[in-house]
């Protein structure tokens, strides 16, 4: 079982609409979860950051988490072409150590103008 | 702030070259990566070290490859001999300690390595 699993994608938005990513994990006992976002051709690049359950929102975008259902997710409001770009979900394993962050190989996110 | 700072940004070399890649972390932080980013793989960890000291290299391929972190400022990724299967996006990042939880990793701009 892959430790951090994501929809390749592509998932395609209108415009103005909310996009959904997701992420579910195996570790039950992974404490720190990370959203970062990709451009193509560019490194990651940190958005979000979340260590406990329910949600967190910082403009528009927020993260959840359901650590009993090990899954995570990124929802974006209000979505613009600027948003395009794969989004990586990434994961602490049990221990919580800087060294083990696992990341999912990403969502491709387009938003149609 | 200066980010991660890596050179050289590409690198086009033959099969059996040694290739070195550089990078600067950002000051103060305690952390430092290296990654490999494919289309196959993902982005996978290769080693880390923790103030200047390798933690985990568990993630590099083999023996062709080494990595060393001389001082605070300054990290190196080392591949010799290189082979075709070595091409891919090369990443240093760099976090601070640990509080409550891991910190983020900040990346650094990658080196896009292809070996002919």
């Known amino acids: 079982q892959k430790e951090v699993e994501q929809n390749s994608g592509p998932l395609s938005v209108p415009e103005g609409a909310i996009a959904s990513l997701n992420c579910t994990y195996s570790?039950?006992?992974?404490?720190?979860f990370f959203w970062y976002r990709q451009y193509s051709g560019k490194s990651p690049e940190l958005i979000m950051s979340?260590?406990?359950?329910g949600d967190k929102e910082d403009g528009r975008f927020t993260a959840q988490l359901n650590k009993a259902s090990q899954y995570v997710s990124l929802l974006i409001r209000d979505s613009q072409p600027s948003d395009s770009a794969t989004y990586l979900c990434?994961?602490?394993?049990?221990?919580?150590?800087?060294?083990?962050?696992?990341f999912g190989k990403g969502t491709k996110l387009s938003v149609k103008p | 702030d200066a980010g991660v700072i890596q050179s050289p940004r590409h690198e086009v070399t033959e099969m059996g070259q040694e290739v070195t890649l550089r990078c600067k972390p950002i000051s103060g932080h305690d952390y430092l990566f290296w990654y490999r980013q494919t289309m196959m793989r993902g982005l996978e960890l290769l080693i880390y070290?923790?103030?200047?000291?390798?933690?985990?290299d568990s993630g590099m391929p083999e023996d062709r490859f080494s990595a060393k972190m001389p001082n605070a400022s300054f990290s190196t990724l080392k591949i010799q001999p290189s082979e075709p299967r070595d091409s891919a996006v090369y990443f240093c990042a760099s976090s601070p300690r640990e509080g409550l939880g891991s910190q983020p990793q900040h990346f650094g701009d990658g080196t896009r390595l292809s070996i002919l």
């Open positions: 570790d039950r006992g992974s404490q720190s």
């Open positions: 990434a994961v602490t394993r049990y221990g919580g150590s800087q060294g083990n962050l696992i």
């Open positions: 979340i260590y406990s359950n």
């Open positions: 070290f923790n103030n200047n000291v390798p933690i985990d």
